[in-house]
């Protein structure tokens, strides 16, 4: 079994040809989610993966609620594994949207947002972790058409991007929903620039 250690969590990962291995997003995202997150929050990951974030979360602060979903049945066991309460389940599916009780006061994604044609396709499970659509940003838009039904008033999300996902349309989107948006953490990945997009509700 492959492990990563990382900020303090040791990460369990099973088979990697089943589940998306943390790479330069995953740890991108990590750390701008530590420098976001505070304890009492209640926070929500969407397709958490391997639980990588999540964990990372768990073993550097205290006193925060946490639950994720992943639609991978082989990544939500190694989410489990890895001590975070996972629903499997595609996107919000399963959870109570506009409950007062538990809405979140911060959400995390790192959507599939790799253009993808139907011939680019990877088979099984593990397509979900890459296939954007054709735009890059087919999944991210679901996610964002929802959001504000599970989000606290004044509440944050944290998603990751791709230069190649196209920031201006996804901030676009974002201010229209009432959120005001910046960019929070950003890396230079070979042909691409990852991004970490903060959104927040006034």
Do not use: Q
């Amino acid at each position: 079994m492959v492990e990563i250690e990382y900020r303090k969590a040791r990460i369990k990962l099973g088979d990697t040809d089943l589940v998306y291995e943390p790479a330069e997003d995953s740890f991108l995202l990590a750390d701008a989610v530590l420098k976001e997150a505070k304890p009492g929050m209640r926070i929500l990951e969407i397709g958490t993966g391997s639980g990588f974030v999540s964990a990372v979360l768990l073993a550097n602060l205290k006193r925060i609620c946490l639950v994720a979903t992943e639609i991978n049945p082989h990544a939500a066991r190694c989410a489990k594994v890895n001590g975070v309460e996972v629903i499997r389940t595609d996107l919000f599916g399963g959870i109570k949207s506009k409950n007062p009780d538990i809405l979140f006061d911060l959400i995390l994604f790192n959507p599939p947002y790799l253009p993808t044609s139907e011939e680019e396709k990877v088979p099984g499970w593990l397509n979900y972790a890459f296939d954007g659509g054709i735009s890059g940003r087919d999944t991210l838009n679901m996610f964002l058409d929802e959001i504000r039904d599970y989000l606290k008033p004044e509440g944050e999300i944290l998603v990751l991007i791709s230069s190649i996902t196209g920031l201006d349309a996804v901030k676009e989107k974002m201010i229209g929903m009432g959120f005001v948006v910046d960019v929070v953490a950003r890396k230079k990945v070979s042909f691409e620039e990852l991004m970490v997009v903060r959104g927040k509700l006034l």
